[in-house]
């Protein structure tokens, strides 16, 4: 073996020991943090019972242990010895310490436990926020465009069998983008161009797992027709290519057409071994029930339709649906 090419050798060895090792100085940096953030809301939730036993004792217990407990650092304000008192009411010890709300931030269980309207909510957010591993600020974001509500509407215009259960997790009834400008939309390409400038927020409505492959991305077929899928995407829990066709105004069943289509190519052109069948998602600003449901009927493909909708029509597309029972 030649000088040069056993130093390419011990050179590419060095490398792959060396991203070895970060990636293991990143694990366990990640774990270290979890076990750090578990004792610390351990000791908060424990504080909280204890003060949550003295209520009677009035106003000034929390202010005189906010006081003494200086020495301790700023964790311990009054501020946030009633962020534990309420901690400690909101929560069984069981909840608490599960897996999901043990890992997430003090704060950001603080933001989810003050914004809930009830402890159904709360639990489901913490939920989320785990499995999508949501920042504060996303967590924020998703409690302003009520995802939790949304979550109770169940999607009901999908081709795929409820027993396949993560890739019905795939499909909402809606997606609310916050970043669309209504007014600068006046057609599908002005849609699509303000989806791909915010592809970040567009993913994470879209949900864990998505990765762009392509905007407008082009199929050739053997015979050198080309076609153009608005989002290509590749889902990386479910291995499988996803289909997305928008479109600005109300559903169509002919627009189903154009989607099977690309699906099907997608299977026969892109599709290897390695991937599952190819799921498309139709997205439109409407949809009527009993047309979406009848034109998906006995169809073999994974299809979803579903609704988009500008975060100011959200309130009251979530009275009609949740309180009246409007199915459209």
């Known amino acids: 073996m030649n000088k040069q090419k056993e130093n390419t050798i011990i050179e590419k060895d060095y490398f792959n ?80 310490f599960s897996q999901p709300a043990r890992e997430i931030p003090w704060f950001t269980l603080v933001e989810i436990t003050h914004k809930s309207s009830s402890h159904e909510e709360m639990l489901w957010y913490i939920n989320e926020t785990h499995k999508n591993s949501w920042s504060r600020a996303m967590i924020i974001n998703q ?65 864990p797992g998505f ?12 015979t050198n027709e080309e076609f153009f899928i608005d989002l290509l995407m590749y889902h990386t829990k479910l291995h499988c290519y996803v289909v997305i066709e928008v479109k600005i105004g109300k559903f169509d069943p002919r627009d189903l057409g154009q989607l099977i289509f690309y699906v099907n190519a997608v299977d026969r052109l892109e599709r290897t071994d390695k991937d599952d069948q190819t799921i498309g998602l139709l997205l439109c600003k409407e949809a009527d029930r009993f047309v979406a449901e009848t034109t998906l009927m006995n169809n073999s493909s994974k299809l979803g339709i579903s ?22």
Do not use: H
């Open 143 to 207: 409690m302003a465009m009520k995802a939790y509500e949304r979550s109770l509407i169940e999607p009901d215009t999908t081709s795929i069998a409820k027993s396949d259960d993560l890739a019905n997790e795939l499909f909402k009834d809606t997606y609310v983008f916050s970043f669309l400008d209504k007014n600068d939309i006046k057609n599908e390409k002005d849609l699509k161009k303000q989806m791909i400038d915010n592809i970040i927020l567009f993913l994470q409505e879209l949900g």
């Open 307 to 328: 609704k988009y909708k500008f975060i100011e029509e959200l309130p009251e597309y979530l009275n009609k649906r949740l309180i009246s029972g409007d199915n459209k």
């Open 17 to 96: 020991d060396l991203n070895k090792i970060k990636e293991t100085i990143k694990t366990n940096q990640a774990k270290a943090m979890v076990v750090v953030n578990s004792a610390m809301i351990m000791t908060y939730y424990e504080i909280g019972t204890i003060i949550n036993e003295r209520k009677t004792w009035g106003s000034k217990y929390i202010q005189n242990l906010a006081n003494d407990l200086k020495e301790y650092g700023k964790g311990y304000s009054t501020q946030n010895l009633y962020r534990m008192s309420q901690i400690a009411s909101e929560y069984s010890y069981k909840e608490l």
């Open 211 to 222: 990765s762009l492959v392509g905007k407008e991305y082009k199929l050739l077929t053997p």
